[in-house]
């Protein structure tokens, strides 16, 4: 509110000044609404500067004045080589402006590359903001579980999306195959998703290196010129940056470790959708995808079932649970095994003394109900 205030009266000093100097020569009103105009425009300077990085500010200053110092150069050639007049006059004012916009612009651009944390002192505490830069490849774009992750906000720093990482999406969504074109569809509409993200900062980086070839190369010479993080599901492209020094933030390996905690002795509830590929298993799987091996569970696909868990395998491909099925620890499952022997077979099995003692009581309640 305070800011407010003075930003006011800024503005309110500014359109007094040109009221009373009329610096347009316009008359007092007209003068008192040029200074107006003139002080909102420096506000909105201002508002727009206070959310530029230091890092910015340094190198657009450093770049303009570089700029002036070389339009001052060419200023001194123009002199010499035009005659003086108009055209002398409006060459150097051009070579003058443009000069200072590139420099201000292309110093403003490449000020993200100053390490100011090494000049210490009131610079020290921007030591924090290095390896800020969270760098998107194509596979974790076209995944698309790195939108949830930034919108919990786990993510800090900027994700950074490379130039040629979104040429390659768009080759895949062009692509004749439609398999490969919905996924590059996928990721254009997750880049979009991720765009409109309110709690995290999107920037996309034009810098391309030429000599390098493979698209998994550049994203590791992108993460050294920037010291930023690969964000990532590759293997391959994990291991590869992981020789080059490059730190990498694997989707996979999170995933994993959000996984449930499962120890041996625990009993759980599973789902049997299919047979194992050993004798009498079935496998069973988790809401978070984690594949459950039971042992005596291959005629119960298709039911729920209760497990005791024997080991816990970690993979990486993720977590494998193996579990085993108790029949004698489910009476519900165990009711049909209560049915008397069939006595007419030829060679039937012996029974138990409960069983003998069911199969005598049967005639007599027969007979019983014959006389009721």
Same mark, same amino acid.
Do not use: W
């Given at each position: ?7 006011g009266?800024?503005?309110?000093l ?8 009329q ?7 007209a003068?008192?609404?040029? !200074? %107006? /105009?003139?002080?909102?425009a420096? @506000? +909105?300077?201002?508002?727009?500067l206070r &959310?530029? #990085?230091?890092?910015? $500010?340094?190198?657009a ?8 110092i070389?339009?001052?150069?060419f ?7 035009v005659?003086?007049g ?13 000069m200072a ?39 974790v ?9 930034a919108e919990?906000?786990?993510?800090? !720093? %900027? /994700?950074?999306?490379?130039?040629? @990482? +979104?040429?390659e999406?768009?080759?895949? &969504?062009? #692509?004749?195959?439609s $398999? ?5 569809r ?13 709690n ?19 994203l590791?010479?992108?993460a ?6 690969i ?12 020789l ?25 509830k ?6 194992g590929?050993e ?9 978070d995808g984690?594949?459950?091996v039971?042992?005596n ?10 497990i005791s868990?024997?080991?816990v ?8 649970i193996f579990?085993?099925?108790?029949e ?6 165990a ?9 007419r ?6 029974a138990s003394p409960?069983q003998?003692?069911?199969a005598a009581?049967?005639?007599a309640?027969e007979?019983?109900?014959?006389e009721?």
């Amino acid at each position: 509110m305070d800011l407010v205030i003075i930003r006011g009266i800024f503005v309110l000093l500014v359109a007094a000044a040109c009221y009373f100097l009329q610096p347009f020569g316009m008359g007092h009103y007209a003068d008192a609404v040029g !200074g %107006v /105009l003139l002080g909102g425009a420096v @506000v +909105l300077f201002e508002i727009r500067l206070r &959310a530029v #990085s230091l890092k910015r $500010l340094i190198g657009a200053a450093l770049g303009s004045v570089l700029g002036i110092i070389g339009a001052y150069l060419f200023s001194v050639v123009i002199r010499n080589a035009v005659p003086m007049g108009n055209l002398q006059s409006f060459l150097q004012l051009m070579v003058m402006a443009v000069m200072a916009y590139v420099g201000l612009v292309v110093g403003a651009a490449k000020g993200d590359l100053l390490n100011l944390a090494a000049l210490g002192g009131i610079f020290g505490g921007e030591k924090q903001s290095r390896r800020s830069y969270k760098i998107l490849d194509t596979s974790v774009i076209i995944d698309g579980r790195i939108a949830d992750i930034a919108e919990t906000g786990f993510l800090d !720093g %900027v /994700l950074t999306i490379p130039a040629f @990482v +979104l040429r390659e999406l768009q080759l895949v &969504a062009d #692509s004749a195959d439609s $398999l490969k074109r919905n996924r590059g569809r996928r990721g254009l509409d997750i880049l979009q998703r991720i765009q409109k993200l309110t709690n995290i900062q999107v920037t996309i980086v034009e810098d391309d290196f030429p000599a390098v070839r493979e698209v998994d190369m550049k994203l590791i010479e992108l993460a050294k010129l920037y010291e930023g993080k690969i964000v990532t599901n590759d293997f391959n492209l994990n291991k590869v940056a992981q020789l080059h020094g490059v730190d990498v933030l694997n989707i996979n390996e999170l995933a994993n470790a959000l996984k449930p905690i499962v120890l041996p002795g625990e009993i759980m509830k599973v789902f049997i959708l299919k047979e194992g590929k050993e004798y009498n298993q079935g496998v069973a799987y988790l809401d978070d995808g984690t594949m459950v091996v039971v042992d005596n569970a291959r005629k119960m696909i298709g039911k729920t079932i209760e497990i005791s868990v024997t080991s816990v395998l970690q993979t990486t491909a993720g977590k494998m649970i193996f579990g085993k099925f108790d029949e004698r620890g489910q009476t519900g499952m165990a009711k049909p095994e209560m049915r008397p022997p069939d006595l007419r077979k030829s060679n039937p099995q012996p029974a138990s003394p409960e069983q003998h003692a069911q199969a005598a009581a049967a005639p007599a309640v027969e007979n019983e109900e014959h006389e009721g």
